[in-house]
């Protein structure tokens, strides 16, 4: 058996080292949401003890699918290394950014770059190539499971939260599955916006993931997994009779609000008993009663 945990949308607090000309931008808009609301939900004493209950979990692997940042201060990027140093290794944990991480144009090395023992490719497919320029997607190998992690962050206009994977990812991502099809190994996928078309406010959507359900659709995978919109998000995408889980996670560093729930994040156990793969999930949860995560929901196959 193989234990995948997931997390998403930390957004790390707090927010220091800027000066006002790194707020004459779209992150303007950001700041004064984060010193108005955020900061208040988002707090970093949950994520902390989030990453501490994971640790205890002694998963195999740790899948992060984005908005680590708030509004790509440099500064944040530097921040969120060094929280995830301090939680595990690249190879023990994959990371795919979200659209805060891409709030505004900022370059690879002072950007999500920072990040990039947490976002290499291994296994082969071509996709080793060039990689200062055409980070994902990435696949990446562990024993029979295959994790591929995507990018639908690109800097929007301001009040927009839209994610695109862009034809160049896309035909990528085609020739991928195309080759991992035969191979009999279980994919996961790791993208941040929820890629089903209708599961989101045209603000907030993927744009192609139409485009994406196709892909999908002609070459197969296991599972899907994305956070974005700050709740636990149980959906499917058809293939041929077969449905493909769509997992999204609530935010990792959230306390409860009349709109959101607590912190969570899921534990996808994934075996492989007679020819045949199953897949069981469970939640756990920040309980304020217990300053700490407990089981939500049990094991559900």
Not at 142 to 160: F, Y
Request: glycine fraction near 8%; aromatic fraction near 8%.
């Amino acid at each position: 058996m193989f234990t995948l945990v997931h997390l998403s949308d930390l957004h790390l607090a707090p927010l220091t080292d800027w000066s006002v000309s790194d707020l004459v931008s779209k992150r303007m808009l950001g700041y004064q949401s984060w010193r108005r609301r955020r900061r208040h939900v988002h707090l970093r004493h949950i994520a902390d003890a989030m990453r501490q209950d994971i640790l205890a979990l002694a998963p195999d692997h740790v899948a992060i699918t984005g908005d680590l940042v708030n509004i790509a201060l440099e500064s944040e990027f530097l921040q969120a290394r060094s929280w995830l140093e301090e939680f595990g290794s690249g190879d023990w944990i994959s990371v795919i950014p979200g659209n805060h991480d891409a709030y505004v144009p900022v370059s690879w090395e002072s950007g999500i770059g920072q990040w990039a023992s947490y976002m290499a490719c291994e296994g082969g497919f071509g996709l080793d190539k060039d990689r200062a320029d055409h980070p994902f997607p990435y696949i990446r190998r562990r024993g029979n499971i295959a994790l591929i992690g995507l990018s639908t962050g690109v800097p929007t206009r301001p009040l927009s939260a839209r994610g695109w994977l862009g034809e160049a990812q896309r035909n990528r991502l085609d020739d991928l599955l195309g080759g991992l099809s035969e191979t009999g190994m279980f994919v996961v996928i790791l993208i941040h916006h929820p890629p089903i078309a209708g599961q989101n406010q045209w603000r907030k959507a993927m744009g192609d993931c139409r485009q994406f359900e196709d892909i999908v659709r002609r070459n197969g995978a296991n599972l899907i997994i994305h956070g974005h919109n700050h709740r636990q998000m149980k959906d499917a995408l058809n293939r041929d009779g077969t449905a493909i889980p769509v997992l999204g996670v609530a935010s990792a560093s959230a306390k409860q609000t009349s709109r959101r729930s607590s912190a969570r994040y899921n534990i996808y156990r994934i075996s492989h008993t007679s020819g045949q793969w199953s897949l069981a999930t469970e939640e756990r949860g920040w309980s304020d009663s217990e300053a700490g995560f407990v089981t939500i929901h049990e094991p559900d196959a």
